[in-house]
């Protein structure tokens, strides 16, 4: 391996061929004309390499219904059940005072990050990754039974299949306009602006997809992890 | 032999500093999945190897002059004053301090974003892996009762077939 | 709307998972019915895109994702790629995933209990990733997606007893590693050319004439050990016989089949459209002789396990082992009869591991033992059972009109052509080997008789005496053991067209 770095380009040389490249090139000069969206890394992720994005939210999917297929116990522990829901609190009075002060913030920060994906480091997976800490947070402070009443199983489980299926659903949209699969300019017929404005606003929409997905597998994830699949008592 | 060695090294490590940092990270990482006994351990090696290859990825992209790849028009006003001042050492000949010339963007000024993109998709897969990596290896110690791999193998022989 | 069926090809069975989700675990049957429905719908659509490119021409289809055009004449967004031989390829794995989602219906529940709508889902997903790899022209996309199959694989695998925990976790580490590599080569590549996609770096590698440069070397040899893990290529094989053996008996005869052979058609692709003939099999890298005696030790090493195996789903596994070998073999050859050989045997492997994985299955569930005593008597009690098994077993050891003997006799030629002959005396080892464990096999079925019954024998239904206990069983698990069987000798009839397409397909390649 090391004999290959003799080879390799310096650090931070912005001749070589990857970053000279015709790709990255194109990537930077034309992103913001084509699609109006200054940030390049969302536009690449989104747009140009749009396919990779959805099966990378299909992996989140994938991990997530894994660990409920490898773990999950579903026989309910019966006896003390409900004994075991009550005394079921959580963190101390500190963490849930806190936390019931600074999760609304954490939630629409991460909205926030969602949406200006665009125009600021951010994006669906960002953002989705900081709204599953959230109900994680809540969990750790108010005890996994509180938790599991804001975002049952099923309901994360309706959550994350929903998220992949308005990116599947849109790139299909795509394909009946006439165009190929996740080619957004089809649908500049039915969105306001021109075809470059399409573009945006779609990834505006797959985004939010993926932040479905990513928030209900992170809280799913943990809720499996942290209670060996029986989802009774929490951390 | 000095003169040797300290040219071996000038031309050839203190450059590409970064590529052997990542490989002895990547041996790191591969050392503890392969000889670690406790399943954790190997798993906490895949997590180093994963990231190893993740750094080298991203600092592909890295360019001298560049900056983040976002292409801002808001901020040149009021950075006006620091990118002059952070201009006079680069190479470039624009006279304006503004990323964005006219209607073509000099693309030196921007980190190559090709690499992020393709980094943000193996971090997910990365702790994807490893999140279902924890739920197989709960999943052994509650049947197994241990996480050593070389217990487990002991209790799985006398009683096979 | 022919050149949108590649992407159907790929969305049917993802939204046949997202809808069996949102089922849920309460209604297992439709969960069933859905997939069933999915699968069959894509294999249609794939069996539609086979016609399509040989109508054209043998034509590739190349569908670019997003519509983004090229750009100075290299691609931009993320192309799909189909010709003839990936058309193939996805026609057998969607096939294959029909076929093996009727056998399903009876065990699903018993085997995974309450968790049929993840196993479902998980399983269609399986079958998105394996196309997807097959279609992709994209190299990283092309990691993504292999990563999709490996961690449905380890899901699906984790779903069974203690012991498939374990393989899987081993499976997890060493999978892990396999794709790493592949990801650290497809980097050093990126770095040296720019693009990601396999037509555009080959022409940059041309046009640059990088091939003496040592990190292509490097790029190389790296994704061949990554790719060669994830097929279970001697020695890197090491997770495969506890994976697939000990995997539930559903799972085992959906990836058995099918994992390692698509492994199989990304190395020919990463050899052929990659990295390009000259470059391979130039004479300046000693690679090739060193691959055929590893493929060598491979063949001998796997059938040699595999006869002394007692068990009769590890011994399958090991011949797997020993069927990746006459790939590799076949692929290093450096003619192109030997790649072509290699890739219908691409082709006969699965039909035949699939048949032989499904009769196995049957027969240690009704028997409720798997070791090979289970096969005694057998001919006698479960007669349909047993002509299946037969036809996979002729298979494996090449006796026509089984596709087991045109994919030896093809590979044979080609080592021949080439002038290998350990690669050869390999091949014919290992037939004469695998017909010493079948014919064991099958002298047990017929003249044995049940002497000793295990312990734990755990009947199939409710009769527990074990003499009148095992007979067949319901027709809609023999159903997809025939359909298996027909397939051997379709592809085994079929040969002679089989090869043509492929031959063409492979000389097609523009220097």
Known sequence: ?235 | ?161 | MTEHFPVLILLVPLFGALIVVLLGKERPNQCWMTSLISLGISSIISLFTVVAVLADKFQTIRYRMGGWPESNGYEVGIELRVDILAALVVFAVTFVGFVNTIYSKTRAEAEVQDKVSFFYALIQLLIVGLCGIVMTNDAFNLYVLIEITSLTSYALIAMGNRRAALSSFNYVIMGTIGASFYLLGVGYLYIKTGTLNIDDIRMVLGNNNLWEHQSIIVAFIFIMLGVWTKMAFFPLHGWLPNAYAYAPSMTGTFMAPLMTKVMVYVMIRVMVWLFGNEFVYSGQHVWGELVIWMSVIAIVAGSLLALARTDIKKMLTYLIVAEVGYMVGGAWLGNVTGQAGAFYHILSDAAMTFCLFIAASIIVLRVGDSRVNAFDNLFRKMPLTMIGFTVGALSMIGLPPTCGFFSKWYLISGGIEAGQWEYVCALIFSSLVNAVIFFRIFERAYFGQITEVKEDFVPFDSDANPETAIKEVPWSMLFPLFIASGFVLLVGIMNRTLFEWIQTALKMVNT
Request: aromatic share 10%; with cysteine.
């Open chain 1, 1 to 235: 391996m090391l004999s290959a770095t003799k080879d390799f380009p310096d650090w931070r040389d912005k001749d070589s061929p990857a970053n000279e490249g015709t790709v990255s090139s194109f990537y930077i000069e034309k992103t913001e004309d084509l699609t109006k969206v200054p940030n390049m890394v969302t536009a690449v992720l989104a747009d140009f390499r749009g396919y990779d994005t959805m099966f990378e939210t299909i992996v989140i999917f994938i991990a997530g219904i894994g660990i409920i297929a490898v773990l999950r116990n579903f026989d309910e522990p019966h006896s003390s059940s409900i004994q075991r829901e009550n005394n079921d609190e959580g963190g101390g009075l500190l963490a849930r005072f806190t936390c019931s002060l600074i999760l609304p913030f954490i939630q629409i920060f991460s909205l926030y990050v969602v949406a200006h994906g665009h125009h600021s480091p951010g994006g669906g997976f960002q953002g989705g990754v900081m709204l599953g800490a959230s109900y994680i947070l809540l969990a750790l402070a108010f005890g996994l039974s509180k938790a599991k009443e804001r975002f049952s199983e099923r309901r994360t489980m309706i959550f994350a299949a929903v998220g992949i299926f308005i990116y599947v659903g849109w790139g299909v949209l795509c394909l009946l306009f006439g165009e190929e699969f996740l080619d957004y300019s089809a649908l500049n017929s039915i969105l306001p602006g021109d075809a470059k404005m399409a573009r945006s606003y779609s990834m505006l929409m797959v985004e939010i997809g993926v932040a479905f997905t990513v928030t209900a597998i992170m809280f799913s994830m943990y809720s499996n992890l942290s209670t060996r699949g029986r989802l009774s008592k929490g951390l």
């Open chain 2, 1 to 161: 032999m000095d003169p040797i060695i300290a040219t071996f090294i000038e031309d050839n490590i203190v450059p590409k500093f970064n590529y052997w940092i990542y490989v002895i990270l990547m041996m790191i990482g591969l050392y503890a999945m392969i000889t670690k006994n406790n399943l954790m351990k190997k798993l906490i090696g895949m997590a180093i190897f994963q990231t190893a290859i993740i750094l080298f990825y991203v600092s592909i992209g890295v360019k001298d002059t560049a900056g983040i790849p976002i292409i801002s028009h808001h901020g040149s006003e009021h950075h006006q004053g620091a990118t002059v001042h952070s201009e006079s050492g680069s190479s470039s000949e624009e006279v304006s301090p503004v990323k964005v010339k006219n209607n073509t963007i000099d693309k030196d000024k921007y980190a190559n974003p090709l690499p992020h993109v393709l980094m943000l998709t193996a971090i997910v897969v990365g702790v994807s892996t490893l999140g279902l990596a924890l739920a197989i290896s709960q999943k052994i110690f509650k049947s197994f009762g241990t996480l050593e791999e070389d217990e487990i193998l002991n209790k799985l022989r006398p009683g096979s077939q």
